[in-house]
């Protein structure tokens, strides 16, 4: 621990060059308006906070409403990011993690009538997925920070495990800028506020709106859907299945602690835990670790996310990952927002 705060002490000064750079970049920005409306879906911290069951729901909400949603994304770790890639067309997902990132990847294959398209370059993406598939407006994963597009809206997704990063901005810390930045948001939603106690989720709750001036917000919880079997999702078991069994851990993300929690509400007889770091590319190595440490375990329990990758190895029968959705308390009023502010974009537009 004294290792750690006296990391975050040297660290800081670095942490305020990452910001003076961030802030020139800002002012030097000229962003392209987009020809249809874009929503983007962000955060002020690194990983972790659960957008991307946010933009799933999203740009599912857009299509329930009449509209023709297209997502992008930058495709991360994915080795056709900077080339940019066709996902999904709505009906097949076309790539794999390797080459568009596993984010892409699950997006893609839970959406469906909703291409995705991927590129480090917003703009050239953007007009891609306009161009070929005719959508009229874009849910853009995690470009609050990106400086190229501008946004018809913005929604904030803060994490109530870590809402502000530690207070620093990286590296010292998890911001990606300051709290101030919220804003700059649309609407907040405070996700995983079920791993949070109540007294905890208030106080948070309260110091957002103080420091956003009042922005429209709800709270998010997730809901696991069920355990679906590794090597065939079409084998289920009942998520309540898990109570009683002693179960290894397995992922790769921004906040494992949020993994663990959910895992932990159902009452496990114990819990071991493997975490690697964020968007982890697992090696026939790390697949031999895992199952050579789940001796003893009734189950080895992972994320979506993360069995996107382990998929392109043989895997056992005790490997099983967990789905789940975003819970929004106030689901009506977050989806008349969006596809208010939408229409109110694509009528713009059109007036010019």
């Given at each position: 621990?004294?290792?750690?705060?006296?990391?975050?002490?040297?660290?800081?000064p670095?942490?305020?060059?990452?910001?003076?750079?961030?802030?020139v970049?800002r002012?030097?920005?000229r962003?392209?308006?987009s020809?249809?409306?874009?929503?983007?879906?962000?955060?002020i911290?690194?990983?972790?906070?659960?957008?991307t069951?946010v933009?799933?729901?999203?740009?599912?909400a857009?299509?329930?409403?009449?509209?023709?949603?297209?997502?992008?994304?930058?495709?991360?770790?994915?080795?056709?990011?900077?080339?940019?890639?066709?996902?999904?067309?709505?009906?097949?997902?076309?790539?794999s993690?390797?080459?568009?990132g596993?984010?892409?990847?699950?997006?893609a294959?839970?959406?469906?009538?909703?291409?995705?398209?991927?590129g480090?370059?917003r703009?050239?993406?953007?007009?891609?997925?306009?161009?070929?598939?005719?959508?009229?407006?874009?849910?853009?994963?995690d470009g609050?920070?990106?400086?190229?597009?501008?946004?018809d809206?913005?929604?904030?997704?803060?994490?109530?495990?870590?809402?502000?990063?530690?207070?620093?901005?990286?590296?010292?810390?998890?911001?990606?800028?300051?709290?101030?930045?919220?804003?700059?948001?649309?609407y907040?939603?405070?996700?995983?506020?079920?791993?949070?106690?109540?007294?905890?989720?208030?106080?948070?709750?309260?110091r957002?709106?103080?420091?956003s001036?009042?922005r429209?917000?709800?709270?998010?919880?997730?809901?696991?859907?069920?355990?679906?079997?590794?090597?065939?999702?079409?084998?289920?078991?009942?998520i309540?299945?898990?109570?009683?069994?002693?179960?290894?851990?397995?992922?790769?993300?921004?906040?494992?602690?949020?993994?663990?929690?959910?895992?932990?509400?159902?009452?496990?007889?114990?819990?071991?835990?493997?975490?690697?770091?964020?968007?982890h590319?697992?090696?026939?190595?790390?697949?031999?670790?895992?199952?050579?440490?789940?001796?003893?375990?009734?189950?080895?329990?992972?994320?979506?996310?993360?069995?996107?990758k382990?998929?392109?190895?043989?895997?056992?029968?005790?490997?099983?990952?967990?789905?789940?959705?975003?819970?929004?308390?106030d689901?009506?009023?977050?989806?008349s927002?969006?596809?208010?502010?939408?229409?109110a974009a694509?009528?713009?537009?059109?007036?010019?």
């Amino acid at each position: 621990m004294k290792i750690f705060r006296a990391l975050r002490v040297i660290l800081a000064p670095v942490s305020l060059l990452y910001l003076l750079g961030f802030y020139v970049k800002r002012l030097c920005a000229r962003p392209w308006s987009s020809p249809v409306p874009v929503v983007c879906i962000g955060n002020i911290t690194t990983g972790g906070t659960g957008k991307t069951p946010v933009v799933i729901r999203t740009a599912s909400a857009l299509r329930e409403n009449g509209f023709r949603p297209g997502v992008v994304s930058r495709g991360y770790r994915g080795r056709l990011s900077a080339a940019g890639a066709v996902v999904g067309d709505g009906e097949r997902v076309l790539l794999s993690a390797d080459a568009a990132g596993e984010e892409a990847v699950l997006i893609a294959g839970a959406l469906r009538g909703v291409p995705v398209v991927i590129g480090a370059d917003r703009r050239n993406a953007i007009s891609t997925i306009v161009d070929r598939f005719g959508v009229d407006c874009i849910v853009m994963d995690d470009g609050f920070q990106n400086t190229s597009v501008r946004s018809d809206v913005a929604v904030l997704v803060v994490d109530a495990t870590d809402p502000f990063g530690g207070g620093l901005a990286l590296p010292a810390g998890n911001l990606r800028e300051p709290a101030t930045a919220l804003r700059r948001g649309d609407y907040i939603i405070l996700n995983k506020c079920d791993l949070v106690r109540d007294e905890r989720r208030e106080r948070i709750l309260a110091r957002v709106r103080r420091i956003s001036r009042g922005r429209p917000m709800t709270t998010g919880r997730y809901r696991p859907r069920r355990l679906c079997r590794g090597a065939d999702a079409g084998d289920t078991r009942p998520i309540e299945s898990i109570a009683g069994s002693r179960v290894l851990l397995v992922s790769g993300i921004g906040n494992p602690a949020g993994f663990r929690a959910l895992v932990g509400a159902q009452r496990p007889a114990s819990i071991d835990e493997m975490a690697f770091p964020d968007h982890h590319a697992y090696s026939k190595e790390d697949v031999d670790r895992i199952f050579s440490t789940s001796c003893g375990v009734d189950m080895v329990l992972t994320t979506e996310k993360d069995i996107i990758k382990l998929r392109r190895f043989p895997l056992p029968d005790a490997l099983w990952y967990v789905p789940v959705d975003v819970v929004l308390e106030d689901e009506r009023g977050f989806v008349s927002f969006i596809a208010d502010r939408v229409r109110a974009a694509a009528a713009k537009r059109k007036k010019l």
